[in-house]
């Protein structure tokens, strides 16, 4: 399929072999790295690179948590009261396109969450509204209410309009154990992340850790901030896209159920708005002009997570640009994609059952990337958001 998917790619974009120069330009970023981990790119194997990428990772764990003020990289509650003070001031773009706090209050008075009352000792959700961050209490929501509350709640979305939303920045919270209780330790179990986000609130949440110590939590931790509020900031422009159109409360109801990501489609090929919004903000794109007025300049500005990183810490340059990078050994890829790693050295993953996920992700953007960028393909994606659903869907189906 992946070999079908890039024929039609090739085809309907004039054959530009964009697939060859990225497969060449992986190899060559592949043999740089080697050699500057002091490997031969002729003999090493896929355990050697992964043990060097491990080794790497730890020093780079703790240049950054030095960086930033941190002194015992492992203490988890000094290292998420640094990351919580310092993302503030590292200069990344935080204005998005969000929920109200009032248009959230009033969702919340449509549908009262009782176990969030209960957990906080309220009998009145307008009483709670009026104490507590309503931002806070969406967050919780998620760990806290069970999944038929959940699906009720959010089909008091179909009431919002364009006008419930506004531009401000996002909001960095942390969400205190004692407060909150076992349910939230229970959620970062399950979910085995401590952070998470809601794209149409603007917020992103730090979770309590069950634990003391943990190894590489500033690594993991703080690239993972810098993705999720651009993520939120991805999403809000596409809301803020689609704010004239009649479905508009429905695309945000699917977005957040399912995220079906067929924002645009290209030789049968499903493209996400992620993709489009990234091309929108490059340099290679002529076609930002279609989303005028209400998408704006600032909107499409998006900033690599290890981009701020190396700027924080020069040593971490080694990983900028890697993100769709691997090799492949004993039938499984070594990804250079830094989240796989830290994902891999803080779950102690043994060699084999490395962390490949993100770097697979992001290749298949990266392909897709490359072929927006060809006129033919820009202009189809152009139409497709430039005239109605149907017309849009006429359009994909010829280019199949």
Not at 136 to 155: M, P, V, Y
Request: overall charge neutral; charged content about 25%; aromatic content about 10%.
């Amino acid at each position: 399929m992946f070999s079908m998917a890039i024929s039609q790619l090739e085809r309907v974009s004039g054959n530009p072999s964009a697939d060859v120069r990225l497969t060449a330009e992986i190899v060559g970023k592949v043999h740089i790295k080697l050699r500057s981990l002091g490997l031969d790119p002729k003999d090493t194997t896929g355990r050697e690179l992964y043990s060097a990428l491990i080794s790497l990772l730890k020093k780079h764990d703790t240049f950054l948590a030095n960086r930033i003020g941190i002194d015992d990289p492992e203490d988890v509650g000094q290292v998420l009261d640094r990351i919580y003070d310092v993302i503030p001031a590292l200069g990344v773009p935080m204005k998005a396109w969000v929920l109200k706090p009032a248009a959230a209050k009033r969702l919340l008075r449509q549908t009262p969450p009782k176990r969030v009352m209960k957990q906080l000792g309220y009998r009145s959700v307008d009483s709670m509204l009026k104490r507590e961050s309503v931002h806070e209490l969406f967050a919780a929501l998620r760990f806290l209410e069970s999944k038929e509350w959940l699906d009720r709640f959010i089909t008091k979305y179909k009431t919002l309009k364009p006008s419930d939303f506004e531009t401000r920045n996002i909001e960095l919270i942390r969400m205190d154990v004692d407060k909150w209780g076992k349910s939230a330790m229970n959620y970062v179990q399950s979910t085995r992340q401590n952070i998470t986000y809601l794209k149409e609130v603007g917020v992103v949440a730090m979770m309590p850790l069950p634990i003391q110590k943990m190894s590489g939590l500033t690594i993991i931790t703080l690239p993972l901030i810098l993705h999720y509020i651009n993520e939120i900031r991805v999403y809000a422009t596409f809301f803020k896209s689609r704010q004239t159109r009649a479905d508009f409360a429905q695309t945000i109801i699917d977005t957040l159920v399912s995220d079906p990501g067929k924002h645009a489609s290209v030789a049968g090929q499903h493209i996400h708005w992620r993709v489009i919004h990234r091309h929108l903000g490059s340099e290679h794109a002529s076609i930002a002009d279609i989303f005028e007025p209400h998408v704006d300049a600032e909107d499409l500005i998006w900033r690599k997570a290890e981009e701020t990183l190396y700027r924080l810490e020069p040593a971490l340059h080694f990983w900028y640009d890697m993100e769709y990078v691997g090799v492949t050994f004993d039938g499984r890829p070594v990804s250079f994609n830094l989240t796989d790693i830290a994902i891999s050295y803080a779950n102690n993953l043994a060699y084999g059952t490395q962390s490949v996920y993100h770097m697979r992700q992001n290749i298949w953007n990266e392909i897709y990337l490359r072929y927006i960028r060809e006129r033919s393909v820009e202009q189809h994606v152009a139409k497709q958001f430039g005239q109605s659903d149907l017309d849009a869907d006429i359009i994909a189906l010829g280019l199949m």
